[in-house]
Structures are given as structure tokens and as C-alpha cells.
Nanobody, 123 residues
Framework: VQLVESGGGSVQAGGSLRLSCAAS????????MAWFRQAPGKEREGVAA???????TYRDSVKGRFTISRGNAKNTVYLQMNSLKPEDTAMYYC???????????????????WGQGTQVTVS
């Protein structure tokens, strides 16, 4: 599975951005997909995840501000980010290829496939 993100950029605090991630290759039965982020000097952290049935999970700091969704073909995932804060600044990564589920849908250890990332900067 190959993942390509787009939609990052620079925005002022309080603004919005919409990230997109398109999966290609062997996408049959693609399970949960997720967005992660990593700021300089910090560990990669799970932001939001969505199952094949549409159920969603968010980290507490983005609840009520971010919305994850999937396209009709299930191989595209979006992250709508509203009310952005400077602390949201990071490289954002799309992930797929869910593994065991033991660590949870927001653990980076649970995903085998990663995109190249798209930078989000909030000032």
C-alpha cells in the first residue's frame, strides 16, 4: 500500500486546513487508517483514526477541532482541522496497514504503511 498526503501549509492560529491521503496498491480490505503527527524533537503521536465501518477515535487535544473521514471508495482519508493552534504545528503522516490492534488505533506501532508526510505550520 502506497500513501500520498496533501493539503498541508502555513496558517494563522484559528485557521483551518484539510489534509488528504490517497492509498493505492493493494487496498483490498483496507482496515483502519489514521493520521499521526511529529513535531521536531518529539515522538510521533496519533491524532485521529477511522475504522472501515466509520467509527472514529481522536486524541484528547484535537477533539472538537479535528474531523477524520473517509471517501466513498474507502481508500482516501481526510483530516479537517479547524481552530488550529501553534501547538498543532508538526509534520502530519497518514498511516494504513493495521496490524494486531493490541496497542490501539492511535499507536504508531500498529501501522505498517506510511506516507511521506505533509507539513502543517500554525503561527
Amino acid at each position: 500500500v502506497q500513501l500520498v498526503e496533501s493539503g498541508g501549509g502555513s496558517v494563522q492560529a484559528g485557521g483551518s486546513l484539510r489534509l488528504s491521503c490517497a492509498a493505492s496498491g493493494n487496498t483490498f480490505g483496507l482496515g483502519p487508517m489514521a493520521w499521526f503527527r511529529q513535531a521536531p524533537g518529539k515522538e510521533r503521536e496519533g491524532v485521529a483514526a477511522i475504522d472501515g465501518d466509520g467509527s472514529t477515535t481522536y486524541r484528547d487535544s484535537v477533539k472538537g477541532r479535528f474531523t477524520i473521514s473517509r471517501g466513498n471508495a474507502k481508500n482516501t482519508v481526510y483530516l479537517q482541522m479547524n481552530s488550529l493552534k501553534p501547538e498543532d504545528t508538526a509534520m502530519y503522516y497518514c498511516a494504513a496497514g493495521f496490524l494486531t490492534g493490541i496497542a490501539g488505533v492511535l499507536s504508531p506501532d500498529e501501522y505498517a504503511n506510511w506516507g511521506q508526510g505533509t507539513q502543517v505550520t500554525v503561527s
